[in-house]
């Protein structure tokens, strides 16, 4: 049983990178810091080897709650309330935008994607495995290895026309 | 325990060891945001109640917030020098 579950906490981390890395992206994190530290980590990334566009990326994540956050928050309601607990967490990670002086829009859209993806999967993967999964696929980017995230992250930004 | 507790506990130990195992305090940040994940999941997996959603979104939005101000500081200081 063991097995399975893992397979599904891989699977479910799978759908999360994709969900946020696509969004954040999409509504151009790689292109330009949006706060003045987000500029000082994508630099700081840059001088170890990086790419300066993951970097920024990277830096957008930390200083204010994107799709990233907005994907964590939502499986976490889910998990607990159901669809209702997505889009209350889409609210309040936009409230969590505004004080971070950042439009919002990327975070309550990756909120409201995963609330659905959750929603349509869950007689497969339950929602828990789907917080397990974002751990996981933060992990990737933030935790592991920061040179090669933030190459892979500017290779995905150059091929969505975001960024260079 | 949960396999799922377990992943993310896991996890979370290790980013507590790699913070302070770094040298750069900018790169502290990243892994500093990725165990905020891990101690809002757990929050959520542990109290279990709608309250224990709205604790750990609460706590992700701070922890994001002081992250925005230090990076902030960091860059500033930099001027400073």
């Known amino acids: ?164 | 325990m949960d396999i799922v507790e377990i992943i993310i506990g896991v996890i979370a130990l290790l980013m507590a060891i790699r913070i302070f195992l770094t040298r750069s305090r900018a790169r502290k940040l990243l892994y500093l945001c990725c165990l905020s994940f891990c101690i809002s999941a757990l929050i959520a997996l542990y109290v279990d109640s709608p309250m224990g959603g709205i604790v750990a979104i609460t706590y992700f939005v701070c922890s994001t917030l002081s992250s925005n101000a230090i990076a902030y500081t960091i860059e500033q200081a930099k001027d400073i020098e």
């Not at chain 1, 917080?131 to 990737?140: Q, S």
């Open chain 1, 1 to 164: 049983m063991e097995i399975v579950e893992i397979i599904k906490v891989v699977v479910a981390g799978i759908i999360c990178w994709l969900n946020f890395v696509l969004i954040d992206t999409y509504f151009g994190l790689p292109e330009k810091p949006g706060v003045l530290g987000a500029k000082t980590i994508g630099e700081k990334i840059r001088d170890i080897g990086g790419n300066i566009h993951g970097g920024y990326f990277m830096g957008n994540i930390v200083c204010s709650p994107d799709a990233s956050a907005g994907t964590l928050l939502a499986s976490i309601m889910s998990y607990l309330m159901g669809v209702e607990g997505g889009i209350i967490a889409a609210l309040l990670v936009w409230i969590g935008n505004r004080l971070c002086a950042d439009p919002g829009y990327a975070g309550t859209i990756g909120a409201l994607t995963i609330t659905a993806i959750i929603y349509l999967l869950s007689p497969i993967i339950e929602a828990k495995y789907f917080i397990a999964g974002m751990v996981l696929a933060i992990f990737t980017i933030q935790g592991f290895e920061h040179k090669y995230a933030s190459i892979l992250l500017g290779k995905i930004a150059k091929k969505m026309n975001r960024g260079e």
